[in-house]
């Protein structure tokens, strides 16, 4: 099983970006898929999730309304549109599937990892 997670870069504060994350080895519209991300010196926490069928979107507080998750199973792949960047939201950026019934914001429910993309916000 590999993610790839690709897209992050240099914005600065109000700009926006698009993650994306090709996943390949593993039956994808058969996993929930979450975006994560870890700041230095900081746990790694959650960001956003999409159900296996992409109708149930989840977001935490800090990102709602400034982010959108969605995906694609027909390529493989899910994406996270960042808008009106902050510079808190400065991390590196992972994209994770979880076979579970319900989406979960927690990271060790979910089984497979990407190896992260950095995404850095300047004010």
């Known amino acids: 099983v590999q993610l790839q997670a690709y897209g992050g870069g240099l914005v600065q504060a109000g700009g926006s970006l698009r993650l994306s994350c090709a996943a390949s080895g593993l039956t994808f519209s058969s996993y929930n898929m979450g975006w994560f991300r870890q700041a230095p010196g900081k746990e790694r926490e959650f960001v956003a999730a999409?159900?296996?069928?992409?109708?149930?979107?989840y977001y935490a507080d800090s990102v709602k309304g400034r982010f959108t998750i969605s995906r694609d199973n027909a390529k493989n792949t899910v994406y996270l549109q960042m808008n009106s960047l902050k510079p808190e939201d400065t991390a590196v950026y992972y994209c994770?599937?979880?076979?579970?019934?319900?989406?979960?914001?927690?990271?060790?429910?979910?089984?497979?990892w990407g190896q992260g993309t950095q995404v850095t916000v300047s004010s």
């Open positions: 999409i159900s296996w069928g992409g109708s149930t979107p």
């Open positions: 994770a599937a979880a076979r579970t019934y319900y989406i979960s914001t927690r990271y060790p429910e979910y089984d497979y």
